[in-house]
């Protein structure tokens, strides 16, 4: 077997402007990839093309015309293919002789992947460490900006804002209803600019699946330079969120024995952006677990991995990671994870006037004339049902009084009237539970 390329590190990346990008390989051994490995994701690929050209299957792999002619001119060495006509400089025509389809048949025992060609893990570590901080810096003024559309306490937006400056983590705690999934969303809005990933990762001759067009938005690529190594897509800074249905095993790889690669769990996907772990504590498994299984990540940068075959890989472990719980922390919380947590904020439930100054804001916004004795009657009846005020209740409230002014469209209620029955509609009536969402 050859030996081992090295990474191509991102100080040998060209920019563009300010921006650092990843630079197309000159050679198989800037790949940072393995020959063997490169030739043998060729054949699979040209397993599967009825008229197979170097051209195709470079497009497909995404790496330069002169590899991939280097990687097919190999395969026909070892006769598992042959040159059937010449279509142009590097790139010809090719069939894949029974001695090729024996050996992809092999290959495809081992690894299913077919597609873009991985780069090495020691290419991605060094990517992510070095574009996982924002650019920009967090001021206070952006994040007032931000957080605009919540009524917060100064000192609650004060902690928020210093954990997007510092990118510590978060952990959000209060009753349910109260903001604590918007702000995370909120605040992820000053994680700007994009990001470049790797398609796939390849680690001891196994893929892992990086890119993923669910939690990953592709930027705009029209007007890349043509020195950009293809293999790497730039991507809005990801914004992941996982909620009850988070288990141990969703946090390690996750191998398809039918595929036969793997995919990158949740925390992978999120570097570079944010990670929220919304219900914390709901999930169904014991906290106890979920938090010890945060520990290294936490106090290190990095997370340790597991192969199929039990060996254990190194990843960077670089997002803002925020934690949103409605339980007593103190029931949930290791002390030692407590102490690796970069802040805690409380988001209690609104006073009458930030009640007030949520409501009006609201329905001002959304046409919706509400006058302060419409306000003091609401207020009243939570007071007689015994109801906490919660910060997402005037928003509902607001729209279940804008859904029956749709639904009977020709008929004129009086304001007072509408909210009684949005009332009503929503809580139904003294004997139910506040409902609000978070």
Not at 288 to 309: C, M, S
Request: contains cysteine.
């Amino acid at each position: 077997m050859a030996s081992r390329p090295s990474a191509i590190h991102p100080s040998q990346a060209r920019a563009e402007g300010s921006e650092p990008m990843p630079r197309v390989p000159e050679s198989i051994e800037e790949s940072g990839v393995d020959a063997e490995f490169l030739s043998a994701l060729a054949l699979k690929i040209a397993f599967h093309e009825l008229q197979c050209t170097t051209a195709k299957v470079a497009a497909k792999m995404r790496l330069p015309l002169g590899i991939t002619d280097q990687l097919m001119h190999a395969l026909r060495r070892e006769h598992f293919v042959s040159l059937t006509s010449q279509i142009g400089e590097m790139n010809h025509c090719y069939q894949l002789l029974d001695r090729g389809v024996e050996r992809v048949r092999r290959i495809f025992e081992v690894s299913g992947y077919e597609g873009v060609a991985p780069v090495s893990l020691e290419s991605y570590t060094a990517w992510m460490n070095r574009q996982a901080d924002p650019s920009t810096e967090v001021i206070p003024e952006e994040v007032q900006k931000v957080l605009g559309p919540l009524v917060l306490q100064p000192r609650c937006v004060q902690a928020l804002g210093l954990s997007a400056s510092s990118r510590r983590s978060l952990f959000l705690t209060g009753p349910p209803g109260n903001g604590k999934t918007s702000a995370a969303r909120l605040l992820h809005e000053l994680n700007r600019g994009d990001i470049w990933i790797p398609h796939a990762v390849e680690v001891d001759g196994q893929v892992i699946k990086m890119y993923d067009p669910h939690n990953h938005q592709a930027a705009d690529e029209h007007d890349l330079p043509t020195w950009i190594d293809r293999r790497w897509v730039r991507i809005r800074r990801p914004l992941v969120i996982v909620g009850g249905e988070l288990s141990i095993e969703d946090m390690d790889l996750i191998y398809s024995p039918n595929l036969r690669y793997y995919e990158a769990p949740f925390q992978l996907k999120a570097n570079g952006g944010t990670l929220l772990i919304d219900d914390f504590g709901r999930q169904r498994i014991d906290p106890n677990d979920l938090v010890n299984r945060w520990i290294v990540p936490l106090e290190h940068g990095v997370d340790f991995l597991t192969l199929a075959t039990g060996k254990k890989v190194e990843f960077p472990f670089r997002q803002l990671l925020i934690f949103s719980t409605n339980l007593d922390p103190q029931k949930i919380l290791d002390q030692a994870f407590a102490r690796r947590l970069g802040y805690r904020v409380q988001m209690r439930p609104p006073t009458e006037t930030e009640y007030r100054e949520i409501f009006s804001r609201y329905a001002k916004d959304h046409g919706l004339e509400v006058s302060d004795a419409d306000i003091d009657r609401l207020l009243v009846r939570y007071k007689a049902e015994g109801r906490e005020l919660r910060g997402s209740e005037p928003r509902d409230l607001v729209e279940r009084a804008l859904d029956m002014k749709r639904y009977e469209r020709n008929i004129e209620h009086p304001i007072t009237e509408l909210l009684e029955r949005a009332w009503e509609n929503y809580f139904g009536g003294p004997d139910w539970s506040a409902t609000g969402g978070d």
